[in-house]
T-cell receptor
Framework: GENVEQHPSTLSVQEGDSAVIKCTYS??????FPWYKQELGKGPQLIID?????GEKKDQRIAVTLNKTAKHFSLHITETQPEDSAVYFC??????????FGAGTQVVVTP | DVKVTQSSRYLVKRTGEKVFLECVQD?????MFWYRQDPGLGLRLIYF???????EKGDIPEGYSVSREKKERFSLILESASTNQTSMYLC????????????FGPGTRLTVT
């Protein structure tokens, strides 16, 4: 089945710097890769997603890149702000269309 | 506005009790999911349902069952709660096809003593 690995587990950045979170997946049939942000006391919320026919997608300060050959995808946050502090999860669809999640990255943005 | 609600934010139960966690969505979504979230393990799928009265096991179904009698409601049942079921439980719903956004509820923090 699908296995998703996510690194790093914690990430501390200075406000204004960039943050990068990387994920790898094992199932070459995976075709949908969402990223979720979970703030304290809340459920995860989708922030950006990418499909396998696209190599890169950007939404304001957030971008995701996908390398299907290498089976890895990354989340890039530029000009980080304190409100970016949260836990971020990557995920990939398995062959049944269900999402397999990474272990999560705790991002801390320090002023 | 899209909404997934869960019956309790915090719950404390004793070992051996039968526990019901309720989830309701107002988006007329076909698919509903129950996950548990543990530090360092991410979100792991317990059960999902792709239609009323239909259910499928996820990755960690042992010790759990589910019920979906109405489209908007998906219940997770711990038949006999154990301490290793202490966790955060998240419900989610999604429109029919994979590749559509999953909407999550706020979670239920369950403690079994």
């Amino acid at each position: 089945g699908e296995n998703v690995e996510q690194h790093p587990s914690t990430l501390s950045v200075q406000e204004g710097d960039s943050a990068v979170i990387k994920c790898t997946y094992s199932d070459s049939a995976s075709n949908y890769f969402p990223w979720y942000k979970q703030e304290l006391g809340k459920g995860p919320q989708l922030i950006i997603d990418i499909r396998s026919n696209v190599g890169e997608k950007k939404d304001q300060r957030i971008a995701v890149t996908l390398n299907k050959t290498a089976k890895h995808f990354s989340l890039h946050i530029t000009e980080t702000q304190p409100e970016d502090s949260a836990v971020y999860f990557c995920a990939a669809t398995d062959s049944w269309g269900k999402l397999q999640f990474g272990a999560g990255t705790q991002v801390v943005v320090t002023p | 506005d899209v909404k997934v609600t869960q019956s309790s934010r915090y719950l404390v139960k004793r070992t051996g009790e039968k526990v019901f966690l309720e989830c309701v969505q107002d988006m007329d979504h076909e698919n509903m999911f129950w996950y548990r979230q543990d530090p360092g393990l991410g979100l792991r799928l317990i059960y999902f349902s792709y239609d009323v009265k239909m259910k499928e096991k996820g990755d960690i179904p042992e010790g759990y069952s589910v019920s979906r009698e109405k489209k908007e409601r998906f219940s997770l049942i711990l038949e006999s709660a154990s301490t290793n079921q202490t966790s955060m439980y998240l419900c989610a719903s999604r429109d029919e096809l994979p590749g559509y956004e999953q909407y999550f509820g706020p979670g239920t923090r369950l403690t079994v003593t």
